[in-house]
């Protein structure tokens, strides 16, 4: 395992010390580890992993894998606006798939990706638990529902004139 610098590639892991410092020496700490590492960055970098396997005397393949099997976990950063569209039975009999095409024309990205400027990630996702405002969709904590192409589009549209005004 590489020694990693304290700031390798614009990640700055000194923001990861308190945590490793509050888990050291607690066995079964890694997923907590790993969430609040998600936390700060927003994401999990590879030179966060590293540290965490350095740190927590945890065999990096290890770190890896529990980190790939939970799908709480990100390994890209994500956009300021993370776009959750359910897909669940609900919402895709009453058009969830072509609020989906609407959101991938406007923002130029699929499932799973962000927009160059790091404004939206678009996420699809098997139910909210809103099956009563299908479709719908989340953005962040905003919950819309009942969903056409159009109004998907006005929505992100209007986050977009207003990031533009800030």
Do not use: W
């Not at 024309?105 to 678009?122: A, P």
């Not at 549209?157 to 207003?162: H, N, Q, S, T, V």
């Amino acid at each position: 395992m590489c020694e990693c610098s304290a700031k390798q590639n614009n990640v700055d892991l000194s923001r990861l010390d308190g945590v490793l410092g509050e888990y050291a020496g607690t066995r079964g700490s890694l997923i907590t580890i790993l969430q609040k590492a998600q936390d700060i960055y927003g994401y999990l970098p590879e030179e966060v992993l590293r540290r965490v396997a350095e740190r927590t005397g945890v065999k990096p393949a290890k770190v890896l894998g529990v980190a790939t099997f939970y799908t709480q976990f990100r390994f890209k950063p994500v956009g300021k606006y993370l776009i959750l569209l359910c897909k669940g039975t609900a919402c895709h009999v009453n058009g969830a798939d072509s609020v989906y095409q609407a959101i991938r024309d406007e923002l130029g990205i699929g499932d799973g990706d962000t927009t160059g400027d790091l404004l939206f990630s678009l996420k699809v996702v098997a139910c909210l638990g809103c099956c009563s405002l299908s479709p719908v969709m989340m953005i962040n904590d905003e919950t819309y529902g009942s969903l056409t192409p159009l109004r998907a589009r006005e929505i992100i549209k209007d986050i977009r004139a207003k990031e533009a005004a800030l």
